[in-house]
Each structure stands twice: as structure tokens, then as C-alpha cells.
């Protein structure tokens, strides 16, 4: 494997997420970073160095992906859907590292990153803090050890500006209360609850949304039965902990051929 700093591209990096992402790569050992792009507009042109702070790097904004994914070895990429999808066309026809934390990706979306990854090494995950990565792991065992006695609920906050609910951690970590009862989260979720509703059926998986202010991201997975309640809970209190995390993907990425992975796997839970 090469001992050289591993090249990383950010596709978004104007973007609140896009920005963290380019400071954790500039702070990261090991890697180095390539490039960077947004869609034709005002930023393009602009260095990158000055989206995050006071000094030039050389490096200009850029609206073309391809070139970036020509100049680098890993891109990351927390955009929105179709653009996701076009990068994963690139990384497939490049071969190159693609690290998806896009989320509001449907199941036919997730299909085709799957595809891709056959000519590719991608890592997808719904959210690459570390912590809700071991949250992931934790509601699987104890969906799986507490049974059908207990309710379980899914509550998630965020930011006013967030697009998608739930979010896709939210529902990252309903699949995982789903594996460990080995049912289908589909065949077993309530998105919302509203009106006349009735009594709760036996095994089902609720979630509950809230957004407002800047909350980064809160989560808490809720397993009630009678007599007692099992709260797991995360809270994120800045971006830099999916940042970190997407980088700590890319650089585990660059020693594996093309498959299609996620965080389970970079942190061998």
C-alpha cells in the first residue's frame, strides 16, 4: 500500500457540511486535500483555503467533477441525491474512493450505489460520527436481547433547514432495531402518528421529528414496556464529528478493492 498522503477531493465544499469536511482533511495525518467543487455559480473560482479561514492554498473552486475525480484518490461527497448519483457514475468509471454521507437516498438510490461499487470502493452511511455508529450497534443487540415486550420509538431533532424526516440516521437506526428483531423495517415502521390513530400494534417501530434551531443532530432510541424504559442517546453538538469519521472512511477505503461498504465495516463492529 502506498505510504504517500491519501488525495481527497470534496465535492460541496462551499456547503456548512462541505467546509468541515475541507478543514478535517487539511487537519487529518495521512492525507492531503486535491480539490474541491460546487455547482456553477458564485464560489467557483474562489480558493479553498479561504472558505475556512484567513490564508490562500492554491486551490480553486471548481464545477467539474470529473476532473476532480481524475485528480484525486478519494472524493467525498454530502450533496443531494442526484448529484450522489452522478458522482457514484464517476467513481465507477475512475475507480476511485467515493464516501457517501448523503442522506434522503431511497432504496432504488442505494440499489445503484451498490452497483457502482462494483468498479469502485464506496462507503455509505446514514451518518459517519463514531458514536452513533456504536448507537447503531447497541439498539441491534438490545432490540434483539429486551424482545417483543418492548415498544421501541425513534425520536430525532434537528436544524430548521434539514430537507429530509427522518433523518437518515433516524432511520439507519430503525433498520437496525429491525435486524435485531429480524423483521423488515418496512413491514413494521410508523413514520408519523396523527388524529384517531388506535392502539399500538405488537412490533412496531415508530418515529417521532422535530426540527428547529441549529441543532446538529439529536437521537434517541426509546425501548418502553411496563414497569420500565431503555433510552439510548446521542447528541452531536458539531459537524466535526461527521467529518471526522468521512475521512477516517476514505483513509480505511485505500487499502480495499471495489465493494460496497459502510461504517460497520471501517469500524469493525
Not at 146 to 174: C, F, N, Q, V, W
Not at 206 to 223: C, E, P, S
Request: glycine residues 12%.
Amino acid at each position: 500500500m502506498s505510504t504517500s498522503p491519501l488525495k481527497i477531493g470534496i465535492v460541496g465544499c462551499a456547503g456548512r457540511m462541505g467546509r468541515m469536511l475541507v478543514s478535517e482533511v487539511l487537519a487529518a495525518p495521512g492525507c492531503t486535500l486535491s480539490g474541491g467543487t460546487e455547482p456553477v455559480g458564485p464560489m467557483v473560482g474562489t480558493d479553498i483555503g479561504l472558505l475556512v479561514g484567513p490564508k490562500p492554498l492554491g486551490i480553486l473552486v471548481s464545477a467539474d467533477a470529473s476532473a476532480l475525480f481524475a485528480a484525486c484518490d478519494a472524493v467525498i461527497d454530502f450533496t443531494v441525491p442526484a448529484a450522489t448519483l452522478h458522482h457514484a457514475a464517476l467513481a465507477a468509471k475512475t475507480g476511485k474512493i467515493l464516501v457517501v454521507g448523503t442522506t434522503g437516498l431511497d432504496a432504488d438510490i442505494v440499489a445503484t450505489l451498490q452497483k457502482y461499487a462494483a468498479s469502485a470502493p464506496i462507503v455509505f452511511a446514514p451518518n459517519f460520527s463514531i458514536g452513533v455508529n456504536v448507537l447503531f450497534s447497541l439498539t441491534e443487540k438490545l432490540a434483539a436481547t429486551l424482545g417483543p415486550d418492548y415498544d421501541i420509538d425513534i425520536l430525532e431533532m434537528h436544524h430548521r433547514h434539514k430537507l429530509d424526516a427522518p433523518s437518515g440516521t433516524a432511520l439507519g437506526l430503525g433498520e437496525a432495531a429491525a435486524r435485531g428483531r429480524k423483521v423488515k423495517l418496512a413491514n413494521v415502521w410508523k413514520k408519523s402518528r396523527d388524529g384517531q390513530v388506535g392502539a399500538r400494534p405488537s412490533g412496531e417501530i415508530g418515529f417521532a421529528t422535530l426540527r428547529g434551531g441549529d441543532v446538529v443532530g439529536d437521537h434517541t432510541v426509546m425501548f418502553a414496556a411496563d414497569g420500565e424504559r431503555v433510552e439510548l442517546t446521542h447528541k452531536a453538538s458539531s459537524r466535526a464529528v461527521f467529518a471526522k469519521g468521512a475521512v477516517r472512511a476514505a483513509l480505511w477505503a485505500r487499502s480495499r478493492g471495489p465493494s460496497f461498504y459502510s461504517m460497520r465495516d471501517v469500524l469493525d463492529l
